[in-house]
């Protein structure tokens, strides 16, 4: 199973799967074009032609006994860009970035197949050590998905399906809230930038990591 135009979106996933995935698991975790980032592309403003790889990626961050990771998927409309502000994957046009959301910005129409509601996601789940109740753990979700509007961009369109999920995982308290609701974000933007950073390209679409 995987995201046309780079797999069988008709074979779904499995039971049996799940538990080999599960089975297979180790300390590292896999990023780039693997796993649910194996069919995932970024920068789909022009139609695939012009998009390119993106993937899973993950990053964490602590504060003295607090720590928050963050696991992306990164399948965007969007371009993704760096802590800087600049893209780094997304939609091409003659081996230069189009920028997206500039694009749309100024009257452009959307092309190609990938342009209809729900077709491209962002998921994320954010994870903490510290203890938290679940209204704390929406905070940090809605937190977290700062990063996305910070990361790529245009997002939350009417082609985007994008969800953050947060848990907890602790017994402590944090010393403040807002202290996991800040880490979330900053763990949440790598996450999301190593999914580009990390992928590899096929023949059909190109990646970072090629």
Not at 102 to 130: D, H, I, K, M, Q
Not at 136 to 151: H, K, M, P, T
Request: charged share 20%; proline share 5%.
């Amino acid at each position: 199973f995987d995201l046309a135009p780079l797999g069988r979106p008709d074979r779904w996933p499995t039971a049996d799967g799940g538990a080999t995935a599960c089975d297979a698991a180790g300390v590292a975790v896999a990023e780039g074009s693997v796993g649910a980032g194996t069919g995932a592309t970024v920068g789909k403003v022009l139609g695939v032609a012009g998009a390119m790889k993106g993937g899973v990626g993950t990053w964490a961050e602590r504060s003295g006994d607090v720590v928050v990771g963050a696991l992306a998927v990164v399948n965007a409309f969007g371009d993704v860009r760096d802590g800087a502000g600049q893209i780094i994957a997304g939609a091409r046009d003659a081996q230069r970035f189009v920028d997206a959301a500039r694009y749309l910005a100024n009257g452009g129409a959307p092309g190609g197949s990938f342009p209809r509601a729900g077709a491209n996601t962002t998921l994320v789940v954010v994870g903490t050590s510290a203890q938290m109740e679940r209204t704390q753990l929406a905070e940090v979700a809605r937190s977290a998905c700062d990063a996305l509007a910070q990361r790529i961009t245009p997002v939350g369109t009417q082609f985007d399906g994008d969800i953050v999920f947060a848990v907890s995982v602790g017994d402590r308290p944090p010393p403040t809230p807002v202290m996991v609701e800040l880490l979330a974000q900053r763990a949440t933007a790598m996450a999301i930038e190593r999914a580009v950073r990390m992928a590899r390209g096929t023949k059909e679409v190109p990646g970072l990591a090629d």
